[in-house]
């Protein structure tokens, strides 16, 4: 069974990009991060795959 929910590390991994990028695009609104404990955030990979789809779509 593949996790659902990934730190912002993994996402920049994900996605190709720094982890700054990661937290400017949950700044912006693009991905939201959610809040486990104190030291602690993840995000859904669900919405990380929507997000790519939403900028993908826009190139083809």
């Known amino acids: 069974m593949e996790k659902r ?10 996605l190709g990009v720094t982890i700054t990028t990661v937290w400017n695009y949950s700044s912006k609104g693009l991905l939201t991060p959610i809040k486990l404990t104190s030291n602690t955030t993840v995000f859904d990979i669900e919405e990380v795959e929507k997000f790519i789809e939403s900028k993908t779509a826009k190139v083809a």
Do not use: C, D, M, N
């Open 5 to 14: 929910y990934y730190r912002a590390k993994e996402i920049a991994v994900y």
